[in-house]
DNA sequence: TGCTGTTTTTGGATTGGTCTAAATCTAGAG
DNA sequence: CTCTAGATTTAGACCAATCCAAAAACAGCA
């Protein structure tokens, strides 16, 4: 049973507009207008009037109306590709927490890693007039969308991912150095026989990858290279490693291309009756809550998405306030976190914190 | 370098209003929006000629505008806890699902379990003029915040959590239910001495699981009985395991209060120098992606996110369009996923798969 | 052809703010 | 006491759609 109103509102809605305040308070309507916005042209007496007014009727901001007027709405659009993985759980939270402070607000769009999908959406960003877009591309995804977006006058900061040739605005982490500081870490222990497990067909996250991986090989003088393609499931893990062991000369360390895919791998081993860690190393990407919580935990390197969400944040609010300004690429150091799946344990020799050059192609 | 863009895009924004298009398909501005609507008024001609009137001038739908006239704004506002749990991230993905299917698009908000990012949230929804709010409530959320939502005209639907007396929209898992069944297991496989670890200070979600454990020792006649409160964090899981274990008669058995209190504990178990499923059997709440990966796989109760989150966003839809429609609360039953913690491949004896009463209060 | 009853189409008001340029109001200088 | 620069305030157009009631077009029928 709904209890009844109490006060004025109006049955439907409330709908107090500046016309009802500037009339309560004395002045005019554009009165009301320059003290919501904090104008410092209004005399303090005025303003304080007018706040009154504003408390006393239980006046709320309409938004809408301002951006139909204005040029901004103080929304933008974030798409991800998995939500359900919490490597952008915690990326998403950065974002939030960045933007929330800047009273902007955020659509969310789960693409799926489908390119129609993330099309509509985006599409729909743009009648809802964002104010910019929050990008990570999924895969498959045209290379001249971002050329589109330009061509709308829609600010795009990309994450994690990036497409297309023009000059954009970007924050993910450095695969590459990612990469090379894991593969530097398994030299240092002794490993010469190291390979390299999954991978999505080619977009730029990938490729670092894979670019990071050959140019420690070639850099380290080790001849033994197994690049494994397959998508970026445990479920890839488990089947790759288990392929991968029973080659003439397996690898002694294997690197995934994210933890998920270490996961399994780890799985794949002792399946083959091998100790991850003792028989061969592995070390994952992302360095995921879960990673410490496997047996033998998971050496992985750290990306720091919270991080990332809020750098993107920052770049976007910063490209909406200077359209025309020069792009920004943020690439965040990531950092290895070592714990027993590499056999740090059981070699007792130092892991070698060498610096590798990074890079943004 | 910036390629000069093409045709007539003036300069910033393109900005083709329903004049321009009634303009060049020579119709007035009230055709041209009931074709936009798909109104059923307009003859087919008509129809066809606006249409190609729309497509040659590249002309973009304005939201805003439209809401600003019309009542609906075809958004929505959602507030989680904590994005960064895989839980919710897999909710999310079911309510952006939902959603999108109906041409609503959401706007996310991560309160960090802190009532008062939640309330400012909920204000800045209100100036965007969301049609509905999807709430999961902050810890300590004023038990009166639904009213005053009420209050606003504001649809609500409440997940996981809810508060306040009036009756709700709600859409969570039936924790009571799943509780039991945990107990019930254990029961099953012959332990006499449960205990239930962790739980937040009081809200719904937590008492219903109390509920739920103390209605299955009583049912089953056991005496022991130890609920140990705490924060809902793995750390906690982990000391609280380690103090239960060091008492005169610990348990043989202990139910967490979600998954990641639980992997806290198998982590304290460890740290004692015990085994986990066979030392003493630990189940979890919410079988997140996890459960599996761990080691022992932890034996969990699951709670379905995704399909609550479909859920929600139906519930929500279905209130927007009938404003003063009679409540509705979806308890969705959760399913025991056994696994290896809790023992059940030491002791071959089946598990019964009891039903309890469930119950939303 | 005139009349009536549908279909279609339309003008003009409306939504709730912001913007611009002009009006009004100070106060200090001459 | 008048004038003017600077500080406040305001009127009215404007943003891009929707809504309503009324006009126009069209058909069927006498």
Redesign the pocket.
């Known amino acids: 049973m709904t209890s009844k109103r109490r006060s004025s509102a109006t049955h439907r ?1 409330s ?5 009802d305040i ?1 009339a309560h308070a ?6 009301v ?2 003290v ?2 904090g104008s ?8 304080l009037k007018v706040q009154a007014s504003i408390k006393a009727l239980g ?4 938004r809408g ?2 951006a ?4 901004r709405t103080s929304t933008l659009g974030v798409v991800v590709y998995d939500i359900a993985n919490p490597f952008f759980g915690a990326m998403v939270a950065g974002i939030d927490n960045a933007l929330s402070r800047e009273g902007y607000v955020s659509f969310l769009a789960n693409s799926e890693d489908s390119p129609r999908r993330q099309e509509r959406f985006l599409e729909r960003m743009r009648e809802h007039a964002v104010d910019g877009i929050l990008l990570c591309p999924a895969e498959g995804t045209d290379p001249t969308l971002i050329d589109t977006l330009n061509a709308w006058g829609m600010p795009c900061i990309q994450i994690l991912r990036h497409i297309g040739e023009t000059p954009f605005d970007y924050a993910g982490p450095d695969f590459h150095l990612g990469v090379c500081q894991a593969v530097d870490h398994l030299v240092g222990l002794g490993h010469e026989r190291i390979a390299f497990l999954g991978g999505h067909a080619e977009h730029s996250a990938t490729r670092e990858r894979w670019e990071g991986y050959c140019d420690s090989l070639a850099r380290h003088g080790l001849d033994y290279k197994r690049l494994l393609r397959a998508t970026v499931t445990r479920r890839d893990g488990f089947a790759l490693i288990q392929q991968l062991m029973s080659e003439p000369t397996p690898p002694t360390a294997v690197v995934c291309h994210n933890d998920m895919v270490a996961f399994g791998a780890m799985f794949g081993l002792k399946r083959l009756g091998l100790t991850p860690g003792t028989d061969c190393a592995v070390i994952g990407i992302d360095d995921v809550e879960e990673a410490e919580l496997v047996d033998p935990a998971l050496t992985s390197v750290a990306t720091h998405p919270y991080a990332i969400g809020e750098e993107a944040a920052r770049l976007a609010l910063r490209r909406i306030h200077d359209p025309k300004g020069a792009p920004e690429q943020v690439v965040l150091s990531p950092r290895l976190q070592v714990r027993g799946s590499c056999g740090a344990r059981l070699q007792p020799r130092t892991a070698s914190a060498q610096a590798a050059s990074g890079q943004m192609p």
């Not at 709908?15 to 016309?19: G, M, R």
């Not at 006046?59 to 309409?62: G, L």
């Open positions: 809605e709908s107090v507009t500046l016309q500037a004395g002045v005019s309507r554009s009165t207008s320059l919501l916005r410092s042209l209004v005399a303090e007496p005025t303003r006046y709320v901001y309409n109306a301002a139909l007027r204005g040029r």
